[in-house]
């Protein structure tokens, strides 16, 4: 006699935020002007986090949520084997880091701004999607991935401090990048004739680290104990917070406070939203194009190649935002004019599609 299977039902919550976050992190990418941005919507130069330092982690987060509120019904009622399961996750990170690949071949034949470039943001996603997901399989027990998780953020500390200065160049995490992806790297700094790279090889294990803190955030959630992410949420703020004291906070090498700060005011923005969208019933706004996140994320980057490739999206910069926006705005709020403006119709699309029952996933 077999028994039904645990459900846990999909929470628009989630669903809302990854979309929110996938809209905050296009009005980020695509400013009328990069001369022209208001302070909150640009990373800090080096140590220190702004609004939009919060961006990637979240989604990363979302991504760890995702994984195990997706898997861990089908693991508890053994309705997947193992081997399939793997190979069904292992498949799709390795679609979305090369769905990444697409992109930076797209920016590299259409713009030529500089070489072709190996990582970045998808590619990183899709390696935290893989491992997370290969945890969520194979180490089921909780105090396993916490030790895990533990690991990952001292043994990252420990790398960094045996690295030497922290500065850009010097660090470990970019030593690694230039010695190891060289010309395949983000970016070549002319004064010293090295490599770096923001979403590089040794920054993804505390990338990972804060993809697994969504898997433990999400087994709060399946048990009904969503009330605890504010319990943890803050002392995750407050162990980041003071790490950040003698190891700071920094997007570039993914630091293990940055890991905590941010991940602490997510777990603190998912607790938000769950109470205020599944329980209380608000609407759970941004939930078409959290359905579709990636495929509107490659959507605009390719639309953005095309349009600058062509030089009609300078042009509609200057003629519809920056020449009558200016003078009665300021240049900050006609760039971020802009960047509603382009991000408005893949919403707009979104919704459409989400009417039509359409979800493209990659």
């Known amino acids: 006699m077999s028994t039904a299977a645990p459900r846990t039902p999909r929470l628009a919550s989630i669903d809302a935020l990854r979309g929110l976050t996938v809209a905050a992190m296009l009005l980020v990418n695509y400013p009328g002007s990069w001369s022209h941005v208001w302070a909150p919507l640009r990373h800090a130069r080096w140590h220190g986090a702004t609004p939009t330092d919060f961006i990637f982690p979240w989604f990363l987060l979302i991504v760890g949520l995702s994984i195990g509120l997706a898997f861990g019904p089908k693991l508890d009622a053994g309705r997947t084997h193992d081997g399939a399961l793997t190979r069904a996750l292992l498949l799709r990170g390795l679609r979305i880091f090369a769905l990444g690949l697409v992109l930076n071949l797209a920016t590299w034949l259409l713009l030529d701004t500089r070489g072709f470039r190996l990582m970045g943001v998808l590619q990183r996603i899709g390696i935290c999607f893989a491992c997370v997901g290969l945890v969520a399989i194979h180490l089921r027990s909780l105090c396993a991935q916490w030790a895990l998780l533990a690991a990952l953020l001292l043994g990252y500390w420990a790398l960094l401090a045996a690295g030497g200065p922290l500065e850009p160049g010097q660090n470990i995490a970019d030593r690694v990048d230039n010695a190891v992806l060289g010309p395949l790297a983000y970016a070549l700094d002319r004064s010293t004739g090295r490599y ?53 906070l920094n997007k570039a090498l993914w630091t293990p406070s940055y890991v905590l700060w941010t991940g602490g005011f997510g777990l603190l923005a998912v607790a938000l939203a769950h109470e205020l969208i599944d329980l209380r019933g608000w609407p759970a706004l941004g939930t078409s194009l959290g359905l579709n996140a990636i495929t509107v994320y490659a959507g605009t980057w390719l639309l953005f190649c095309v349009l600058m490739a062509l030089g009609v999206l ?49």
Request: proline share 7%.
């Open 314 to 362: 300078q042009w509609i910069n200057q003629h519809l935002f920056a020449q009558p926006l200016t003078p009665l705005a300021g240049p900050e709020a006609a760039s971020f004019a802009f960047a509603l403006a382009f991000l408005a119709p893949w919403c707009v699309l979104a919704v459409w599609a989400r009417r039509r029952g359409w979800r493209i996933t990659i």
């Open 196 to 248: 770096s790279d923001p979403e590089g090889l040794l920054s993804t294990l505390p990338a990972i680290a804060t993809t697994l803190l969504g898997l433990l955030a999400s087994h709060r959630l399946r048990a009904g104990k969503a009330s605890r992410l504010w319990g943890a949420g803050v002392a995750a703020v407050a162990l980041g917070g003071l790490w950040s004291l003698v190891l700071p």
